[in-house]
């Protein structure tokens, strides 16, 4: 049975090669799904083709076009597919090749797959990641920068309702409405509930706004990312984990593996070992303060790492 799937597979691997030969142009909806073969499948004589996606904020964007930068430095033609969505959408995209990159989170993409998973440090989520990706993905080498899920209050709240940890919040949370990106509850109210005992008055979908949220008092708490410069211009207050219910999440590049080649390989492996959480955090504020673009930061860090 092994001979003949391999056969078959060669058979197939064939008709896909002729068939992406007669194709036009890579552009087109980010979500198609039915080109005959991976979008960045590494073909080209200089150094292969990579279409990168992102998430639909704006850390994401940046990291992609880092990314991008970074590869197209070495050759490789590069298709950028920014704000596609939530990783339910684009994790698929790559799984089946329409996508050849995102930058991914450890500790989320692992929860998304396997969600009772118990994880916490950055080795054990990256062991359980290598068991539990599908064999179309692999998960390289994580940076040691890390944008973690907090819920976060404002002092305010903290002084008022004694708040130091999550579990703190169990004696309130009753009467408190909670926000964060439209997935949040669906992916974390079991879970906070089982881990920490939390029930909250209400749910909100505040995606982006959360921390804006979270000041102005439209919800009481709030996911916020800790590399979010909002969290110091809100004044805001990560509550301390004890339980570890928010694993690592190291930026950790997530690549669709009959689509990525040895330069695209080393090349996103050196981006992760310059990048650290306090440039991720000195790119952000420029990106949300200074109003800055994402390429431009990103061309400015990649030219002062060497990267560029």
Known sequence: MRRNFGAAALLLSAALALTACGSGGSGGNPLDTTSAAPSGSASAADGGKAVIGSFDFDESVLLGSIYAQALEAKGVQVEEKPRIGSREVVYDQVKSGGLTIVPEYNGNLLAFIDLQNTAATTDAVNTALKEKLPPELEALESSP???????????????????????????????????????????????????????????????????????????????????????????????????????????????????????????????????????????????SVNKDEPATVAKEWLSTNGLG
């Open 145 to 287: 920068a890390e944008d973690k899920d907090t819920l976060s209050i404002t002092k305010d709240t903290q002084a008022k309702q004694s708040l130091t940890t999550i579990e703190d919040l169990a004696k309130v949370s009753k009467g408190m409405i909670v926000g964060g990106p439209p997935e949040f509850k669906k992916r974390w109210e079991a879970r906070f509930k089982d881990v920490y005992g939390l029930e909250f008055k209400q749910w909100k979908a505040t995606g982006p706004t959360t921390a804006d949220a979270i000041k102005d008092g439209s919800i009481q708490v709030g996911n916020v990312f800790s590399t979010d410069p909002k969290m110091t211009a809100n004044d805001l207050v990560p509550l301390e984990d004890p339980k570890s219910i928010f694993p690592a999440q190291n930026v950790t590049p997530l690549v669709n593996k009959a689509a990525a080649n040895d330069t695209i390989t080393s090349t996103l492996n050196a981006v992760s070992a310059k990048l650290t959480t306090e440039s991720l955090l000195e790119m952000m504020q420029k990106i």
